[in-house]
């Protein structure tokens, strides 16, 4: 016994070092509190002019609908009843509902419950068990109790049967109408909820008027919705086609998601929904909405329904999720043993829901890119940049170096070297480019991403210094590109968690990799030390990568972290670089994003082309022209190059490549593999075609906002810039004749 005392003592010192090293050795993760925009302090259609010839609400409308509020602008009617809403617009004599109260829905042979699902001015979707449920107002067993205020209403809404309740708060302001649910009214009031034997009723959604300007058909109407750089649906009275749309704000969350297990995967994924709206043109020029989600944008699906499929109606919403079912597994070595798993609190996050009537020359995507533009404006969320009119820019990224697979484990594969990527850079700049921008790609074995590199100690590289001097000496913008957000092929200790406790694993099918997702509390810290390095490079930015898909719930520290805590952590890196002076480029950024943009990579030009879609439109480029400068996807090889030549410039998009020094057929099993040409002696004519066609054009317009874009005929598209110039783009193979405008085929007037 005496011993075992002894072994004890002899020990325990031991043990308590270790913990105090293990202690030590883990980063102290910072405090991420996610932050909601101040909605209230934003107005976006102030319409100066309300003052001139004001209509006067109708008087028809219907008995069951209340008065209750009034602007200069705006008359706000609720039906008690369901919640539902009537706006009447004093400016322009529009009216717009929730539902259409004139319908017949009995003749239209509808059941009771699709009835009140398009009455309901707010519908839950819950879990009964495993199965999701919908349930609306007019459902037996809930309550609604009403507050007045001089803005608008709060109802306090109870599901006694399932034990949810909320307030939601719809107010009127100025020409925007607000619906908000604040986080802290959200409640599952069931005190045996997740107990056995209990039936575990559950919040899944919240769905709020999802029927607001729903129509049959408009004669010059269409929706508007953030698919790629944006898109159109006409509102036909027959609809083109009958698939439906649902696609979530900013992307999938991962972390609900399974590890991939292999498979096929799409060769063209669909466009990310990088903008969290979407607008309805009732009639072009006289009437539209813009509806942005302002708030709780990251747990946001938007939902498009086409006519004569769920109802006689064109349905465009949001549906706010705020629990997801989750694979729980049982066995460690075969997936298919899995249950369900809930997260045992929803997600805390307030819904703000914003609606800008659209009014005459504003009722149009340009003029709804224009409203959002003025909106992310008044928020303080983009940077005022002056662009001189000069010559057109071009982006080279260089790929330095990448792994693969050897016969003893991972092995580097070296492409391009700072001699090869300076002569590079001599012979672009002697062929007349003069504005170029340049970006270097290394990947970092001893971190598994991509970073500032690949040596770990550029001071000591003389070719590098080099090389950065001769960019200096010739006013070449450079930058590196790095990825804090995941690992490659490897997991790292910063890695983070899914809801079911799994390493989080996500496939990028584009390079063929397997990543592990970081943890946002780790972001600050990779970058304080590459700070420390940019330090001593002057005049070095960053690009960074990685953020079009990290957007995610995740599992640390025994509890779940919201996609707000992510995308809060994102804000919080960028400020740092921001107040360090460091230019900030992203790849493909959320809208969340675009107050730190200084530049946009890797742009989208086209949308989906889902069968529904009748134009692909710029209004991502209508909302950052003149203040941020965008750049193309790589350009080395696509097809139908005068079609794609016309898109770039028709949306105002400078070109990119990307060149190695090293032959294209070193890049075989790595994450370049899908470039399959890459050397500039190969590409010299096609980067030169390019660049001399798109600087004629749009070098007369760098720096200057797009005002107008308009389509002049089938196949010929105007695009108006704020300095008055104008570019008239034909598509088709003959000449397009209009007044003083002459457009050879495949051909650009510039006026």
């Known amino acids: 016994m005496n011993k075992k005392w002894l072994t004890y003592i002899l020990f325990l010192p031991m043990i308590v070092l270790l913990g105090f090293w293990l202690f030590d050795s883990q980063e102290v993760r910072p405090t991420i509190e996610p932050l909601m925009n101040d909605f209230q302090a934003v107005t976006v259609n102030t319409a100066a002019n309300v003052s001139e010839g004001r209509y006067e609400a109708p008087s028809e409308i219907p008995d069951t609908f209340r008065l209750a509020a009034e602007n200069e602008q705006l008359v706000l009617y609720v039906e008690e009843e369901t919640a539902a809403i009537l706006v009447f617009d004093k400016v322009n004599g529009e009216q717009w509902a929730s539902y259409d109260y004139q319908a017949d829905y009995v003749e239209m042979q509808y059941s009771q419950e699709i009835i009140n699902y398009i009455k309901s001015g707010v519908s839950i979707v819950t879990y009964d068990r495993a199965t999701p449920g919908r349930r609306t107002l007019m459902d037996s067993g809930v309550t609604r109790e009403y507050q007045f205020h001089e803005d608008g209403f709060v109802v306090a809404i109870d599901f006694t049967s399932q034990k949810i309740r909320f307030e939601m708060r719809v107010t009127i302001q100025g020409g925007d109408l607000l619906v908000h649910i604040p986080k802290e ?11 056995p034997g209990n039936n575990n009723i559950s919040l899944n959604q919240l769905i709020m008027y999802p029927f607001f300007a729903s129509t049959e058909g408009e004669e010059t109407g269409y929706l508007v919705i953030p698919d790629g750089p944006g898109a159109t649906i006409r509102l036909d009275e027959t609809p083109r086609s009958l698939v439906g749309y649902s696609a979530p704000v900013y992307g999938l969350d991962q972390g609900y998601e399974d590890n991939p297990r292999g498979g096929a ?16 043109i009732k009639e072009e020029n006289s009437a539209g909405v813009l509806v942005i989600s302002e708030n709780g944008e990251s747990y946001a699906t938007y939902n498009y329904r086409p006519k004569n499929t769920d109802t006689h109606f064109y349905q465009s919403y949001f549906t706010y999720t705020y629990r997801t079912a989750y694979s729980q597994f049982q066995s460690r070595i075969n997936e298919d043993q899995h249950i369900l798993g809930f997260q045992e609190l929803p997600n805390e996050y307030d819904i703000v ?8 020359d504003e009722a149009n995507y340009v003029g709804l890119a224009k409203s959002y533009r003025s909106f992310i404006e008044q928020l303080g969320k983009t940077k005022e940049k002056e662009t001189p009119e000069q010559s057109l820019p071009l982006k080279i990224d260089f790929l330095m170096n990448e792994v ?35 970006t270097a790609k290394a990947f970092l074995q001893d971190r598994w991403t991509y970073g500032i590199g690949p040596q770990k100690n550029l001071n000591n590289d003389d070719d590098f210094q080099a090389l950065l001097a001769y960019f200096h000496e010739h006013e070449v913008d450079f930058n590196f590109y790095v990825d ?3 690992t490659y092929h490897n997991a790292s200790n910063q890695q983070t968690y899914k809801l079911n406790r799994n390493d989080f694993q996500f496939f990028d099918p584009e390079k063929a990799t397997l990543n592990y997702m970081n943890s946002p509390y780790f972001y600050a810290s990779s970058l304080e030390n590459d700070l420390t390095t940019l330090a001593d490079l002057a005049g070095v930015s960053l690009a960074l990568a990685g953020f079009d898909h990290n957007v995610f719930t995740f599992f640390e520290e025994r509890q779940i972290h919201s996609s707000l805590v992510t995308m809060t952590s994102v804000k919080q890196l960028l400020e740092r670089l921001e107040a360090a002076e460091i230019a900030t480029n992203i790849y493909q950024p959320n809208a969340y994003l675009f107050p730190y943009l200084d530049e946009y990579y890797d742009t989208p030009i086209y949308s989906s082309g889902f069968v529904f879609i009748d134009e692909t439109i710029p209004l991502l480029q209508l ?8 750049y193309s996807t790589y350009l080395n090889s696509v097809s139908h190059d005068q079609d794609t030549l016309l898109r770039l410039i028709e949306f105002g998009v400078y070109p990119t490549f990307v060149l190695t020094g090293e032959p294209a057929y070193k890049m075989k099993n790595t994450g370049a593999s899908a470039i399959t040409v890459s050397e500039y002696e190969y590409l010299s004519e096609r980067i ?10 749009l070098s007369v317009v760098r720096g200057s906002e797009m005002v107008d874009h308009q389509l002049l005929a089938d196949g010929v598209v105007q695009v108006t810039y704020a300095n008055q110039k104008t570019l008239t783009i034909n598509y088709n193979e003959t000449t397009f004749e209009t007044g003083e405008v002459i457009v050879e085929g495949k051909g650009v007037f510039v006026r």
Not at 265 to 280: C, F, H, N, W
């Open 353 to 360: 829901q914003r609606y800008v009537f659209l009014r005459e």
């Open 623 to 630: 909302i950052l022209s003149g203040q941020v400068e965008m």
């Open 484 to 486: 804090y957000t995941k």
């Open 265 to 280: 995967y799409p060769s063209k994924p669909i466009e990310l929904l990088t903008l969290p709206l979407y607008g309805v």
């Open 185 to 195: 009214s959200i409640e599952e009031y069931n005190e045996n909820l997740w107990q």
């Open 688 to 697: 030169m075609f390019y660049y001399e066609a798109m600087d004629e054009a």
């Open 404 to 438: 693969k697979m050897g016969s003893l484990g991972i092995e580097e594969v070296t492409l391009t070297d700072p001699l090869q990527a300076k002569a590079i850079t001599e012979q672009l700049l002697e062929n007349g480019i003069e504005q170029l921008t340049v």
